[in-house]
């Protein structure tokens, strides 16, 4: 039974073939002609009955004889005793209108060339192990067929009219941007355009993630739907960072399980209900292995912003040297976002040089496979936190935003507040002192 569900059998569609034929019949010698402007081939039908059929009309178009079932079952006849009136008439019933003879007689020739495809494909397989001289011929009847398949395939250029009113729409509307809802990284570029990606950078420890914490809650703020793909950590460690920062406690004392009794009343008084509702247009997962997997949520869901944290943790081919398995996750990306009409902002991790640098303020060279990241991102921001490297000169408080590349806006620096224990970005350093 295996084998047998195996077997596949050669691209074809009767039915267009029987509804085609019918619309001639019904259309007379201009419905003949207005198939052969792309049929040309009687070994464009499948079935033998059609294939007589369609020789058939032809001789009577030649001798001026007119479509009349009669006519045509007796001409048919000559060539082909199995064509009788019962089938010619369930034939002719088929018929939905001449209008349809292009579409019907496009499907009938691209079956075919798809069949030709087959064949020189298999002749060509068989051939390889001849010399190459004699393989020549047969891969150029391949290619022949290959490049006509392609000329059949739909074009994917749009009109400049099209271009021209979703480009007003975007411009009126306003709609081609998202905002950060954040002052200090707004100021750079305005936000995200839809279609591009945003990678952020930084060392470990940086707060990477904890700016990613802060992003998801403005952008539901601002009623956006976010995908958030958790790779570093589980989606428990993730939300607990966001019932944080929506509840005033500290990250140690939850992550401790040291709660006061205070907060355990806060939990326990509908806390994680109202979190619930709140981030009801927020998607997690901590179990997307490979990128296939996360396009396929995204496609799904249609998020306005998929956040990936972080992108050297996808697993990819390993046949694929590093350098290209970055490249197919960027580009995979960028197509992602144009298709789906989003943003994107890839979380990455920076190389360990850096830290060996009398300067270890981060740059775009800093970034594994640095030429790859920088070339597709429309933006890349980083996370410095000055602290982590000299803890009597710099404020715990204070964590520093880079725009090393602003496609649509400028690059720079700001300083901006920051308590990792509450998992909370601010606008200042002295806001951040003063809550603290």
Not at 47 to 58: D, F, G, N, P, V
Not at 351 to 377: C, H, M, W, Y
Not at 398 to 410: D, F, M, W
Request: charge should be neutral.
């Amino acid at each position: 039974m295996k084998q047998i569900e195996d077997i596949k059998l050669p691209p074809s569609d009767v039915d267009a073939e029987e509804s085609l034929l019918a619309e001639i019949i019904a259309g007379g010698f201009k419905g003949l002609d207005d198939a052969e402007r792309v049929i040309q081939s009687e070994e464009a039908f499948y079935s033998h009955e059609c294939k007589h059929l369609w020789q058939a009309l032809k001789r009577l178009r030649k001798e001026e004889i007119e479509y009349h079932i009669i006519n045509i079952r007796d001409e048919c006849k000559k060539k082909n005793n199995t064509i009788t009136s019962y089938w010619l008439t369930g034939l002719i019933d088929k018929s939905i209108g001449a209008s349809f003879i292009p579409s019907h007689a496009k499907i009938v020739w691209e079956k075919h060339i798809q069949r030709e495809v087959i064949r020189t494909a298999n002749k060509l397989l068989n051939s390889s192990y001849l010399p190459i001289d004699k393989t020549r011929q047969i891969l150029e009847e391949h290619g022949r067929s290959v490049d006509t398949l392609r000329a059949l395939m739909p074009s994917k250029t749009t009109d400049i009219t099209s271009i021209a009113k979703e480009t007003v729409d975007k411009i009126v509307k306003g709609n081609s941007m998202i905002s950060y809802n954040f002052p200090p990284l707004d100021e750079f570029a305005g936000g995200m355009t839809r279609g591009e990606v945003t990678v952020v950078g930084g060392r470990p420890g940086h707060g990477k993630t904890t700016l990613i914490v802060n992003i998801v809650q403005k952008l539901i703020e601002d009623g956006r739907k976010v995908l958030l793909i958790n790779r570093e950590m589980n989606n428990t460690e993730m939300m607990r960072k966001l019932i944080v920062l929506e509840s005033g406690m500290t990250y140690n004392s939850l992550r401790e399980n040291q709660v006061e009794e205070e907060s355990k009343k806060q939990l326990e008084n509908g806390l994680i209900e109202t979190i619930a509702k709140k981030y009801k247009k927020l998607k997690m997962f901590d179990n997307l292995r490979n990128l296939e997997e996360a396009v396929g949520e995204v496609t799904k869901f249609k998020p306005d912003v998929v956040i990936d944290d972080y992108i050297q943790l996808i697993q990819m081919p390993s046949s694929l040297d590093r350098r290209f398995q970055l490249e197919m996750i960027m580009n995979d990306y960028k197509w992602l976002c144009k298709k789906e009409n989003c943003c994107a902002i890839l979380v990455s991790q920076l190389n360990r040089e850096i830290e060996r640098r009398f300067d270890p303020k981060p740059k775009l060279s800093d970034f594994a496979e640095s030429g790859v990241i920088e070339q597709t991102a429309e933006a890349a921001l980083f996370v410095y936190y000055p602290y982590q490297y000299d803890d009597e000169k710099f404020s715990p408080y204070s964590v520093n935003i880079i725009s090393a590349k602003a496609r649509y806006g400028l690059t720079g620096e700001g300083t901006v507040g920051f308590n990792g224990n509450k998992c909370k970005f601010y606008i200042s350093e002295s806001e951040a002192l003063n809550l603290a």
